[in-house]
């Protein structure tokens, strides 16, 4: 992939030379020469003016280097046409060059020009033409190893991103990556990665460290960024400080590196040491109660100290109080049981009525309902209803017991399996017509119990 890019900046070099001359450069003879004056502005990465840019007079050995405020100057120029090639190591490390620019220079006379790097969507453009612009970026990154900084070639490098995919009633997050391997000079070029998210590269050495960073294209179509690793288990220490955004110290605060064991907590000085970490580059983040978490990228040195700092974001915002007004309907009242008590249609018994009663056993409760009788059975007692108030006889009662029919078991054992402390409410009908429809079975011609136990509460209320 490297090596189809550099044959494709070779081509666009060579074109743009021809462009660029359309018929023979020469100089003038003169004996009062002139004075090339510009300036260089690094439009890829900084968007800043570019200090340390070399300027040439191609053909010839004249040279000028920018300054801090990208400034150069080319003096005692004799007259006639020359073009100006330029040279930055941020072009030589992104396998880019610029066109040479074509310059007339006059007898005693001063010539302004102003150079630039490629800008990020040219950039992109170059490295990356299957990509659709202004939707996609490029990242090109430099494999280096962190104990000598020298290239590392063969590295697996992958970027990592989330991306949200938004539907009617749920959000879900999709993990996306892609990955390329770096060239003998370690350069390697991730083409079609968002400019919208942060991204994570990652890249692990033969036998070696894995190195993570975070990167963020803001936007832009191009970014170039440096990943360090080593080849070897060799380890070093990070140590610094956490500050907020204001610049004070934040004590306590509980530092870890992104991907590893190290782990430290500030002292009362907000200061950290996290010592054994695998030398490369990495993320340290640091995270204290009341701010937003906050991280630094760092390039850890074998055997050696790294410092940072890690500011945290803004303290945490406090809301002003919310008042949340929900309706909760107690559980009788939603099973129907105190609308049933209305009607007074039966029989009912509340919590107090049950513990009033002073019943050891479920049958000792209908001791105080008129109408009903306990009759000894076996070893058990059953429950038995009055049908008619103007006939003494008495049968047993159909049950349902939190809403489910519940047949007799055999008269030799106790009618319903359940103490009175367990028991929410109970209703009693009589006879059939005067129960529930829902609970009117052709076994309930002797009347019918209903009862209500606390395990039927359901364990979370509903919520509105």
Known sequence: MAGRAALRLILYTAASLSLAAPYP???????RPGTVRGV?????????LLEGAEVWIESTNRMARSDGAGNFVLSAVPPGRYLL???HPILDSAGLSVPPVMVDVTSDNTTDVTLATPSPAQAHHLLCRSDPIQRVGAILAVIRNASDDKPLGSVTISAHWTTYDIGESSVRATPRSIEAHSDPAGHVLLCGVPTDVALVLRGRAEAGSTGMLVLDLAGRPFARADLHLT????????????????????PGATVAAVGMDSTAQADAFGRFSLTGMI????????????????HSQ???RPDSVQDVDIVLGDSATV???VTVVGEYTPYLARIGFESRRKTSQGHFLDT?????????????IFRMVPGARIRPVGMGYVVELQRDPSNSSTCPPAYFVDGVYFPLPPLQTATVPIIPSEILAIEVYSNLSSAPAQYQRREGVCGVILVWTKRGVPKNRVSH
């Open 25 to 31: 450069l020469r100089a003038q003879s003169s004996d």
């Open 319 to 321: 809301l002003d109080p």
């Open 352 to 364: 107090a009525d049950v513990k009033r009663s002073g019943a050891i056993r479920f049958e000792d």
């Open 85 to 87: 090639t330029l040279y």
């Open 40 to 48: 260089v502005f690094d439009s890829l990465i900084t968007s800043r």
């Open 279 to 294: 030398a490369g580059s990495g993320i340290v983040e640091a995270r204290a109660v009341g701010y937003m978490p906050g």
């Open 298 to 300: 760092t390039t850890v």
């Open 231 to 250: 080849v070897s288990s060799a380890t070093g220490t990070v140590r610094g400080v956490v500050r907020n955004r204001h610049g004070s110290l934040v």
